[in-house]
């Protein structure tokens, strides 16, 4: 889809769409404080109606043919909810922070024009939370929708559209890549053109949003790894992780692909795990199932796409598996890490790889291997009750997020069990090849600008500055 159009009709269109947005954002560039928070408060109500969220989750099932309805709508219902929640009395306008004693004032501005990258798993809710944060930090956005989930994105930015000029505001502060025009090439320009790019995809989109020539803030590739020690308590953590993996058939970058599970409590986990609709391969069966996931490996380790994000019973007709009826998702054992092991990579479908081992530091080690083929900085979690072994974990894996006896899918983009920001753009930081290491926020929509005054302020003396060190002595 790349060469569809020459590069003069790439470039032309894109201006003509990046022109709309600019005129529109010098709009609300001028709006007050309490009318970009009305109309954010009106798209996230009118977005979270029942009849609007199935109507997205069904059009984003058709047209992706990923995923499940009933999740599509939670993420809706939640993340948008969620998004809203944390952005409803933020300041944007003007002064929004003073620090008296340094003489600071912080004013925040618009940076313009936000080229948006939207992926496939998540057509249907990335949009309105993008459009949310763009309109409350008075900026626009232009969309770049994935091929695959092109006009469920056009769809979700349309009725937005609607509802801002319902509302008497500029309808090109939301502006979407039609979808006959969603290519590679067009996608690449709308980043080049754009004053802010925002990346929300996979590892190749990502990587050309660094080397758009724009400032951009992407987000890594997920590869979850959870930690299963002798003190979790088990039941708990096998139903939690059926949450994370099975949760829209594993469409999500932060559902769990891989366990480590102490080797006193194997038997017992994996028992817990069948119990939630696990089932464990036997025999050539962990072939069948590397080789359905990977089917040119090792030539290459790239994903059926045929396997991604689709129900059990596609995977074990694609696998050869026969599977019982009740099952959920599919467990391998594996040992080790990297390229010639493919299954402790990101599969994006209803698959984990098991491993076993027997102390909090190997557990750690195979960690940090796991990651550093795949899936580095972005998320693991640890099922445990030992505070110095969570401690210990958290601080010597290299993760951005770890979450500890939580489903990681559920809570990583933001939930009400846990404490991280809802935003569906996970920074995974100079471990995963992104400038920031947290939820891609409201923050990084705006500029700011720092107004300094004079103040009474005078430099130390070497003793007020250095006699408690014991330096002065030497």
């Known amino acids: 889809m790349s060469n569809k159009y020459s590069e003069e009709e790439v470039q032309t269109y894109v201006a003509g769409l990046i022109s709309r947005a600019k005129e529109a954002q010098e709009v609300i560039n001028g709006y007050t404080q309490e009318q970009v928070d009305n109309l954010v408060s009106i798209i996230a109500y009118k977005m979270t109606r029942p009849d609007v969220e199935k109507q997205l989750a069904e059009f984003a099932l058709k047209d992706t043919e990923l995923g499940d309805i009933p999740s599509k709508i939670g993420k809706i219902e939640i993340k948008v909810k969620g998004v809203y929640s944390e952005i409803k009395h933020a300041k944007t306008v003007g002064v929004i922070e003073e620090i008296p004693e340094r003489g600071l004032k912080r004013i925040a501005k618009p940076v313009g024009v936000i080229g948006a990258l939207i992926p496939s798993t998540q057509p249907e809710m990335i949009p ?35 509802i801002l000029k319902e509302n008497g505001c500029p309808e090109d502060i939301l502006v979407c890549c039609d979808p006959d025009h969603v290519t590679v090439d067009v996608t690449n320009e709308i980043m080049k053109q754009s004053d802010l790019v925002i990346a929300t995809g996979g590892a190749g989109m990502v990587k050309a949003a660094y080397s758009s020539g724009t400032p951009a803030y992407g987000v890594g590739a997920g590869n979850a790894v959870m930690c299963i020690d002798d003190t979790a308590d088990l039941k708990d953590a096998a139903h939690k992780i059926m949450m994370s993996k099975t949760g829209d058939l594993a469409a999500g970058c932060s559902c769990d692909n891989s366990l480590i599970i102490f080797d006193s409590v194997y038997d017992e986990m994996i028992k817990a795990l069948e119990a939630e609709g696990g089932y464990m391969c036997k025999g050539k069966e962990h072939d069948k199932i590397r080789s359905a996931i990977f089917p040119e490996w090792p030539s290459n380790n790239t994903i059926n796409r045929n396997i991604v994000a689709k129900p059990i019973d596609v995977i074990s007709k ?101 404490g991280h920001p809802f935003s569906p753009s996970l920074g995974c930081g100079t471990w995963g090849g992104n400038i920031a290491s947290e939820n891609i926020t409201l923050k990084f929509y705006m500029n700011n600008t720092w107004l300094a005054t004079g103040i009474d302020r005078k430099a130390p003396t070497d003793e007020e500055l250095f006699g408690d060190t014991g330096v002065m002595n030497n």
């Open 128 to 162: 309105i939370t993008t459009a949310m944060m763009t309109v409350k930090s008075r900026n626009a956005v232009v969309i770049a929708p994935h091929p695959r989930g092109r006009y469920t994105s056009e769809l979700a930015i349309n009725m937005m559209r609607d």
């Open 318 to 418: 694609i696998s050869g598996i026969s599977v019982p009826k009740a099952t959920k998702f599919i467990m391998a054992e594996e040992t080790g890490a990297g390229f010639d092991y493919p299954l402790s990579g990101e599969k994006m479908c209803m698959t984990l790889a098991v491993y076993r081992v027997k102390t909090l530091d190997e557990a750690i080690k195979l960690l940090n291997n796991i990651h550093a083929y795949s899936g580095a900085g972005h998320s693991c979690g640890i099922y445990s009750n030992n505070q110095d072994n969570i401690l210990k974990f958290a601080l010597e894996t290299k993760t951005a997020r770890v979450n500890n006896n939580l489903p990681n899918s559920v809570v990583n983009t933001g939930n009400w069990m846990a």
